[in-house]
């Protein structure tokens, strides 16, 4: 069950090892683009391609849902990034019970965004944990943990790219394990548990008062949406991608533009730090290197 890329990893793994897959569970196909032409989920493509069953509930409490994983008789369910919550019945189902591959070192994290909110929060070290599911959102017993530094200029979209690789190698481990013997969990500490709430467009802008380490964190965590945006180069919801805290210091005004060439631009920031902007989006435009940027518009240093 998975909807997203980070999932597929983990189906592949599975399917690649020889495992037997009786079923797939994704979203419904959903609209996109201008054309609001339906599109299928990347769980969906993968499964499709190899010839893959796949079901697409609305709801995982419709009663037909239990029929028909009665019927593919699993003996396993592995949950990956599938955006929807299950109810007992389906989760105790299989004899050897439902597992999910999180991306987070849990009980920290917990929720539908943790890759984010770990960037966000200038976390240094993240990871993945394959836990047993329970009632409680991400709460069930963790039975193997696997854990990796985040690097320092390293965004949401490409941690997810290797969170999702270490996710798919963890789980062929904890299968493994599984298919020869009962495996018990490790109860989490609710005490120590954080939440990671699905990401809003009202996260978006920056705020110039915060330090440039804050602000630099803010754009690697909001790759590949909503993407951190500023008006400061006189179009609204500018996007910024790629950034780059400076050493340097400055005693001017949060928000004001300190230089502009080819490099980069930067800009102060609050506690007297700077900030250098390599990669942005004007809206309607394409997200460009801020050196092609200028050869189209004028960017005057002492502004903001």
Not at 186 to 203: C, H, I, N, V
Not at 221 to 236: D, H, K, M, R, Y
């Amino acid at each position: 069950m998975g909807t997203p890329d980070f999932a597929v990893a983990s189906l592949s793994a599975l399917y690649e090892a020889g495992h037997e897959i009786c079923g797939v569970y994704t979203q419904p196909d959903k609209p996109k683009n201008r054309g609001h032409k339906l599109a299928f989920s990347p769980v969906k493509e993968f499964a499709l391609t190899h010839d893959i069953p796949v079901f697409q509930p609305l709801k995982m409490r419709d009663p037909t849902v239990l029929e028909e994983m009665r019927a593919l008789k699993p003996e396993l369910t592995v949950v990956a990034a599938y955006g929807k919550i299950l109810p007992e019945e389906v989760l105790s189902l299989p004899e050897k019970g439902s597992i999910n591959v999180h991306s987070s070192i849990l009980p920290a994290y917990r929720g539908a965004a943790p890759i984010n909110w770990a960037i966000l929060n200038r976390e240094t070290e993240t990871g993945v944990s394959i836990m047993y599911m329970a009632k409680e959102l991400d709460a069930g017993d963790v039975i193997d943990v696997r854990k990796t530094p985040i690097g320092p200029e390293e965004d949401a979209q490409s941690l997810t790219e290797r969170l999702a690789a270490l996710g798919a190698e963890l789980l062929l481990e904890v299968v493994d394990r599984l298919e020869k013997e009962p495996v018990s969990g490790m109860p989490q500490d609710g005490s120590r548990s954080s939440y990671a709430p699905m990401l809003t467009k009202e996260l978006s802008p920056i705020d110039w008062n915060r330090s440039a380490p804050e602000i630099h964190a803010l754009i690697r965590g909001l790759i590949p949406w909503p993407c951190a945006s500023t008006g400061i180069f006189g179009q609204e919801n500018t996007k910024i991608y790629v950034s780059r805290v400076m050493p340097d210091h400055t005693s001017q005004a949060p928000g004001t533009i300190l230089s502009a060439d080819k490099s980069g631009i930067a800009v102060a920031c609050g506690g007297g730090t700077v900030l250098k902007i390599l990669e942005l989006q004007v809206p309607g435009g394409k997200r460009m290197h801020v050196s092609a940027y200028l050869a189209g518009h004028q960017v005057m240093p002492g502004k903001g």
